[in-house]
């Protein structure tokens, strides 16, 4: 049986850095928190931060879901939906990062309100990365330091491999609440909220099958939908029978 451990040696080979990541949060799933809440807290220690946060955003540019490391994160996030500015809103209006090193230096002059606000809470630098698919964007993931400080070579490569399992994430859950795993993805808070708990069998089985297949989690998704629907039988079924090592599909 091939586990969910996120050893590339069991693998063959197959399992990537982003691999990595997803594996092992999907180890977690259904222990009382989300996918994007256990990214963020992987991110955090992994990455030289203090907080990370990760924003399902609209066409408007609106914050409609927010999930955080820890509860500073998840109020350094409320505090960009709630003033309408912020690194998070530039990289999600740009298309591209938005990288503040030292957020005294530069975001008092681009974001009054809010660089007002995250100095009294004690940020000093703040890197936003937009979440995309092509030409649709899901969100942001947004990593916060206390100290103005920036990210090496190194860390840069290693925050965009987060940022590529963050996708991965999103296009999952939105999976399993629709069947068009593309479907209403500007305007997704619903599915989305409703994807980010339970579920944990099948996110479990969806990584694993993913690793077996050597494909995406969303394509992983389609393959165990397959399954369940050639056989007459429900996707938790085929899920718990790959995680007990009945069903491979390598």
Excluded at 69 to 98: H, I
Excluded at 119 to 148: K, R, Y
Excluded at 214 to 239: I, K, Q
């Amino acid at each position: 049986m091939t586990s969910a451990s996120g050893d590339p040696e069991r693998h063959g080979g197959a399992v990537t850095a982003v691999g990595d990541i997803l594996l092992a949060l999907l180890e977690h799933a259904g222990d009382g928190e989300t996918l994007p809440e256990l990214l963020c807290q992987d991110a955090q220690r992994h990455l030289p931060v203090t907080q990370v946060g990760l924003c399902v955003m609209n066409d408007a540019g609106a914050i409609e879901l927010s999930v955080g490391s820890d509860e500073r994160a998840q109020e350094l996030e409320s505090l960009q939906f709630a003033l309408g500015e912020g690194p998070c809103m530039d990289a999600f209006r740009s298309g591209g990062p938005a990288l503040y090193p030292d957020l005294h230096a530069r975001g008092a002059e681009r974001w009054p309100a809010y660089a007002a606000a995250v100095h009294e809470l004690g940020v000093g630098a703040a890197f936003s990365f937009p979440l995309t698919v092509g030409s649709i964007s899901l969100g942001v993931l947004d990593l916060f330091n206390d100290q103005p400080a920036n990210l090496s070579e190194g860390e840069l490569s290693q925050a965009l491999t987060y940022v590529d399992a963050a996708v991965l994430i999103l296009l999952h859950l939105q999976a399993i609440g629709s069947s068009d795993p593309l479907a209403g993805l500007g305007t997704a808070a619903e599915p989305l909220e409703e994807a980010f708990h339970g579920h944990a069998e099948i996110h479990q089985a969806t990584g694993m099958v993913a690793v077996q297949a050597s494909v995406s989690l969303t394509s992983a998704l389609v393959l165990l939908r397959a399954h369940a629907y050639g056989t007459g039988r429900s996707l938790a079924d085929v899920a718990r029978e790959v995680l007990l090592g009945e069903l491979d599909f390598r």
